[in-house]
């Protein structure tokens, strides 16, 4: 008979294994998506992140990665005509990440793709914002 301690494990091993499957198919789609418009999974990730103007060190903490792999994504969105750099409003040691018209027509592409067969459609909008605030709970330490 399975000890409370080993049901708790196994509990949190299927919980865990489902989080990470669902992080997967979400970068996977992600990825798919990006390059049918000629870009990366991370350049992708920063577009769908671009919500507002924002720093690099936020952007970065927006796509999980250190603030150097989002420089390099910036870097080639600035490239491609995409963002642009602007003076923080309040920081005159920071940069903003703005997009462009370009970027944002680009930005909007990228979001309607993405909702095409996301892996979270077979969720409700309850159900999805149910698991919302399920993950932000567990998430909180």
Known sequence: MATERETRAQTDRQLCGLVNGLANQIEAHLRARAVTLGLTASQGAALRELTRPMTLRELASRMSCEPSNATFVADRLEEQGYLERHPHPDD??????????????????????????????????????????????????
């Open 92 to 141: 005159r040691r920071a940069k903003q990440l703005v997009l462009t018209p370009k970027g944002t027509e680009l930005r909007e592409r990228l979001l309607d793709l993405l909702s095409e067969d996301s892996p979270l459609a077979p969720l409700s909008p309850e159900e999805q914002d149910i698991l919302q605030r399920l993950l932000a709970r567990a998430l909180i330490r």
